[in-house]
Each structure stands twice: as C-alpha cells, then as structure tokens.
C-alpha cells in the first residue's frame, strides 16, 4: 500500500476490504496500539470471533430441535418449510426466501433463548458518579453492571413453560393468525429475549447473521441427515460464556432423496 501511495503506476490493486481499511486508518495514526502488526492481527481476531465464531455458535444450540420428545415432527416441519420455500423461489436463497422460513426462524430463536452465549447480557461500566436501585442496592462509579439472561429466558413471567424447548413457541402464532405478529423474529431484540442485547448497542450485525444461520440449516436440513444425540453434549464454559462443544462428534450422512 505504501509503493502504491508512493507510485500510483506500481501494479497491485488495494482490495476493497477490512484488512485494507483498518491498514489505510493505521497509516493516519501514530501510536504503538493502533499501529503495530499484532495489534492489526489481534483486530482481526476480534472481529472473526464477533462476527464468525458467534454464527457458529448459534447454528449449534439448534440441535434442540432432534432433542425433544417431538424431534422427528419438529425436524419434518423445518424441513416441509425449507423444501416448499426454496421450490416457491426457484430454488434459490434470496432475501425474501429466507424471510419465509418462519418455523426455523423460531426453532433458532427459541435454541438462543434457551441456551444463549452467555448467562448475562448488557455488561456496561458505570460512567456517571454512582446511583442507587429502586431496590436501595448501591452502584459506584466504574462497576461493571449488567442483567441475568438466563434469569430473564426461563422466567415464568414471560415464557410459558420456560424450560420446555418449543421450536415453533414464536412461529405458532404467526402461522396461526390471520394477522401474521412480526415482533417476535430473529432480529427482534426485547428485554425479554436478549442474545443479540438490547437497545442502542444491540448487535448490529445481526440481520446478516440470522440469514446466514438459517440458510445453513435449511440447506443443512434440505441436505443431510445428522443423527440425534442419544444426550445434548454439555455445553463447555470459557469465562462468562457458555459455548457448545466443538469436540463431540456428530453422525451425519447425506440424505436418500430416492428413498
Ligand atoms: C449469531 C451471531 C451474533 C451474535 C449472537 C451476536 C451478538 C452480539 C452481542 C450480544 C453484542 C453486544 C451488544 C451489547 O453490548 O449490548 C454484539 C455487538 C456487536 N456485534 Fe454482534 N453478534 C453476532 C454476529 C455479528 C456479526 C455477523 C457482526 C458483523 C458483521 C456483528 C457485529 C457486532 C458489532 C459491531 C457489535 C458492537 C455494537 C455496539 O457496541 O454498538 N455481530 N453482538
């Protein structure tokens, strides 16, 4: 980049990419921090974890749906829905395509609701100089405050049977109403489903990721059989964090389409 700042005839094309960009904004700064090359690799690694690793995550939990009583009825719904939307699309993904897929938009929502990344959500430090809770419980200056998710996800208040996973909880009164409810999706964050936050810094990204979550599982339900667990695999902590574990091993087979 910097041959090509200094001779715009030297033959390379900049990428129009992140690594570009944050290597253009690193030659307008100075420090140490902002500039060294494992300080740019370590970005990266944030953003792979914030934008990859999280994807990955949440297509895990999914696996809810072959552990319930009903996993062969809930499997077959997802896979009806899939089939029949990619066929009313010409057999293609698009925006709208995937917006149809309404059952698994539920069975993930409903999978992240009931084992979400991690057991508390919104961590914030506290800026201002301190405040006390309706409660009469204290907050200095530079705590670290935030909300239990969990505490929030199975709570009785606002989920029926909280510890039941019911895939189609969000999308059974879409499908049944005339008037299809739009406010309980993926996307939709609340303070009562909170695994993309809440509010002004809720996740950003997650419109691109609840799109590329659901058309993995749908091309992965359109695709292959995978073997249920006999027992979900528990989930491996690393801090605050509850993650699937990425060392179980699945069955999983590409699917008869004769049989
Ligand atoms: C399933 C995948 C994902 C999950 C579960 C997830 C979850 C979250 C959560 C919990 C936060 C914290 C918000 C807060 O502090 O209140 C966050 C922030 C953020 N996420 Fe995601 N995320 C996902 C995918 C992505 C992707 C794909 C991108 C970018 C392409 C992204 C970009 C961001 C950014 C930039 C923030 C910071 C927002 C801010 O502080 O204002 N995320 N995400």
Same mark, same amino acid.
């Given at each position: 980049?910097?041959?090509?700042?200094a001779?715009?005839?030297?033959?390379?094309e900049?990428?129009?990419?992140?690594i570009?960009?944050?290597?253009?904004?690193?030659?307008?700064?100075?420090?140490f921090?902002?500039?060294?090359? %494992?300080?740019?690799?370590?970005?990266?690694v944030?953003?792979?974890?914030?934008?990859?690793t999280?994807?990955?995550?949440?297509?895990?939990?999914?696996?809810?749906?072959r552990?319930?009583?009903d996993?062969?009825?809930?499997?077959?719904?997802?896979?009806?829905?899939?089939?029949?939307?990619?066929?009313?699309?010409?057999?293609?993904?698009?925006?709208?395509?995937?917006?149809?897929?309404?059952?698994?938009?539920?069975?993930?929502?409903?999978?992240?609701?009931?084992?979400?990344?991690?057991?508390?959500?919104?961590?914030?430090?506290?800026?201002?100089?301190?405040?006390?809770?309706?409660?009469?419980l204290?907050?200095?200056?530079?705590?670290?405050?935030?909300?239990?998710?969990?505490?929030?996800?199975?709570?009785?208040?606002?989920?029926?049977?909280?510890?039941?996973?019911?895939?189609?909880?969000?999308s059974?009164?879409?499908?049944?109403a005339?008037?299809?409810?739009?406010?309980?999706?993926?996307?939709?964050?609340?303070?009562?489903?909170?695994?993309?936050?809440?509010?002004?810094?809720?996740?950003?990204?997650?419109?691109f990721a609840?799109?590329?979550?659901?058309?993995?599982?749908?091309?992965?339900?359109l695709? %292959?059989?995978?073997?249920?667990?006999?027992?979900?695999?528990?989930?491996?902590?690393?801090?605050?964090?509850?993650v699937?574990?990425?060392?179980?091993?699945?069955?999983?087979?590409?699917?008869?389409?004769?049989?």
């Open positions: 980049m910097k041959a090509k700042a001779d715009p005839t030297y033959p390379w900049e990428p129009d990419d992140f570009t960009w944050m290597v253009r904004e690193s030659f307008k700064r100075e420090t921090h902002e500039t060294s090359v %494992y300080h740019l690799a370590y970005r990266i944030l953003l792979n974890f914030g934008g990859i999280t994807t990955s995550i949440m297509v895990g939990p999914i696996q809810h749906a552990l319930t009583p996993a062969a009825n809930v499997i077959s719904a997802l896979r009806e829905e899939a089939e029949r939307v990619l066929q009313e699309h010409n057999g293609e993904w698009s925006k709208s395509a995937v917006a149809k897929l309404r059952r698994l938009d539920s069975a993930i929502r409903e999978s992240a609701r009931v084992s979400a990344i991690g057991g508390n959500a919104l961590a914030r430090r506290v800026k201002i100089d301190g405040f006390t809770l309706p409660n009469g204290a907050v200095a200056k530079n705590s670290t405050i935030g909300v239990s998710m969990d505490g929030i996800h199975f709570d009785e208040a606002y989920y029926d049977h909280p510890y039941v996973y019911d895939a189609f909880r969000f059974r009164p879409r499908e049944e005339e008037k299809p409810r739009t406010n309980e999706d993926l996307v939709t964050t609340s303070v009562h489903w909170l695994p993309f936050s809440h509010g002004l810094h809720a996740c950003p990204g997650r419109f609840a799109n590329n979550v659901k058309m993995i599982l749908a091309q992965l339900l695709d %292959y059989e995978i073997r249920p667990f006999a027992t979900r695999p528990p989930n491996v902590a690393i801090g605050d964090m509850s699937v574990p990425v060392t179980a091993t699945m069955m999983i087979r590409k699917r008869d389409l004769k049989a």
